[in-house]
């Protein structure tokens, strides 16, 4: 295998590589986002979004 | 003698960059003629006009790059005699960690007529007690924080800007620390009575990461040869939030910032250059501001920026084809379509197409030329402001990967978010943690 082709195979599989990797880091972003939404979500964003002027939590 | 030896590592650079461009086109020519495939044969133009396209984009942008650096060494001899009322506005929401060293160095300001008006847009931190701790007011300059409920940065902006006295408005981020001249460098460029708005240089201060650093090669790249051209046609499509300063009656002509974009600062610019005003861009008015420091904080900054340009292109979408109202905004709309939307297409269609080529045909060689031609043009565009800018060549170096790795990744986010914004998926600020590095 001369310089060139070995270069050239390199090339191809860390491109092939950052790929594979952009799209997990993309999806890891989302999935670090929706679980900070979820933490972060306050008594008065719920009742805003429920369009209730209170919220009642029933005991089972 | 460092200056030499950069000058003949560009002047190499160039040459070595023309010789692959050669290699490439020879390529893929050969590829064309031997292959009996319409997919590959169309995919072949298709890749020879873009990178043709890019090759061409890079030579005219270092090229009003240099017109535009001569025309402004030129001007340095002009006297310093503009001294109309500045006002500072800086919104900020939770800035804590570096709210401290902003305002010690918008205080800092050698430019003598200033008033700082600092928003508070209601903060669940000590931001608003440490601001107030700056106020004062000596005749010349003065500083007053004023608090509000929360309600987004470009209300915030425009809540400061109905305080404003100054006839110019400077914005700035909570998060950026200012050069001390930054002010008094900005405020010269509107001798001009057509500039409504000027661009500051945004530097980033913690270098001292791998992803940093590719993040701080990027933005030097991105002002002194991109913004840098833009203004020699006083067409500067963005004036960033770090530092940016603008004509307070044209302003008022447009409406002040809009809230429906979650890129405020490129809608605004967008609307100026609709109305016919110049935008120009100040290299030497620096303001200092931090990285994200981790790949994720890095994707979620990238894909608010690729919506917010999205959405503000889509607001004022009427315009691409505006050409023979005002050509002017209809080019800065195309090229920012073709930046933000087409070229990350493209390139990763580009790696895809090659990728299956080799895999196909057995040459993969074309991939090899390809990203060593981008990195070449990168290096050289690298070296260029390298030279202009007082940052280490070293940083040079790190095209290679760039190129490589970095740019996939952001492109791959930007392709997604451009999906997201596409079907409209909901979205929120994104805010992202300072960790102080600018103090």
């Not at chain 2, 190499?12 to 009996?36: C, K, Q, R």
């Not at chain 2, 530092?243 to 044209?250: E, N, P, V």
């Not at chain 2, 620096?286 to 979620?300: F, G, Q, R, V, Y």
Request: charged share 20%.
């Amino acid at each position: 295998m001369n310089l060139l082709s070995f270069l050239s195979f390199l090339i191809l599989a860390i491109t092939l590589l950052t790929m594979v990797f952009g799209v997990i880091a993309y999806f890891l972003y989302k999935a670090r986002e929706r679980k900070k939404r979820v933490i972060n979500l306050e008594y008065e964003v719920i009742l805003e979004r429920e369009n209730a002027q209170m919220l009642f939590f029933t005991k089972e | 003698m460092v200056k030499i030896f950069q000058k003949i590592l560009f002047v190499l650079t160039m040459v070595g960059g023309l010789y692959l461009t050669y290699l490439s086109i020879d390529h893929l020519e050969a590829i064309y003629i031997t292959t009996a495939s319409s997919f590959i044969r169309f995919g072949v133009i298709f890749i020879f006009a873009f990178t043709l396209f890019i090759v061409i984009r890079y030579l005219a942008l270092m090229f009003f790059s240099v017109i535009q650096t001569i025309q402004t060494s030129a001007d340095e001899n002009l006297s310093n005699t503009y001294s109309e009322l500045v006002t500072l506005v800086v919104p900020c929401y939770n800035e804590e960690e570096v709210i401290v060293p902003s305002l010690r160095s918008i205080t800092e300001q050698t430019y003598p007529n200033i008033e700082i008006i600092v928003i508070d847009d209601g903060s669940k931190d000590d931001t608003y007690k440490l601001a107030k701790s700056f106020e004062f007011d000596n005749g010349y300059k003065s500083l007053r924080v004023i608090s509000k409920a929360n309600a987004g940065k470009s209300k915030a902006l425009n809540y400061g800007i109905a305080q404003a006295q100054g006839t110019l408005i400077c914005t700035v981020d909570a998060d950026s620390r200012l050069d001390k001249f930054a002010v008094e460098l900005l405020v010269q460029r509107f001798r001009d009575p057509d500039i409504a708005a000027v661009a500051g240089t945004v530097s980033v201060v913690n270098t001292d990461t791998f992803i940093t650093k590719l993040q701080a090669l990027e933005y030097i790249e991105g002002l002194n040869m991109v913004k840098n051209g833009q203004a020699f046609l006083k067409l500067v499509n963005i004036i960033p939030g770090p530092l940016g300063m603008f004509r307070k009656s044209a302003m008022k002509k447009v409406g002040y910032y809009s809230h429906d974009t979650y890129a405020e600062d490129c809608d605004i610019t967008l609307s100026l250059i609709a109305e016919g005003y110049k935008i120009d861009f100040e290299p030497d008015a620096i303001a200092h501001t931090e990285a994200p420091e981790n790949l994720l904080d890095l994707l979620k900054q990238r894909y608010r920026w690729t919506r917010g340009i999205l959405q503000a292109i889509r607001k004022n979408k009427r315009f691409l084809w505006h050409v023979r109202g005002n050509a002017s905004i209809s080019f800065v709309m195309w090229y920012m379509l073709f930046e933000s939307i087409f070229w990350p297409f493209i390139q990763i269609w580009g790696d895809i197409f090659m990728i299956y080529l080799a895999l196909t045909t057995g040459t993969s060689q074309l991939l090899l030329f390809w990203w060593i031609l981008f990195t070449v043009l990168d290096i050289a565009g690298a070296m260029y402001c390298l030279l202009l800018t007082k940052e280490k060549l070293s940083l040079a170096a790190y095209s290679t990967i760039y190129r490589l790795a970095f740019i996939t990744v952001i492109n791959i986010a930007k392709i997604f978010a451009t999906i997201e914004e596409w079907f409209n998926i909901e979205m929120s600020w994104g805010k992202l943690e300072r960790r102080g590095r600018i103090g």
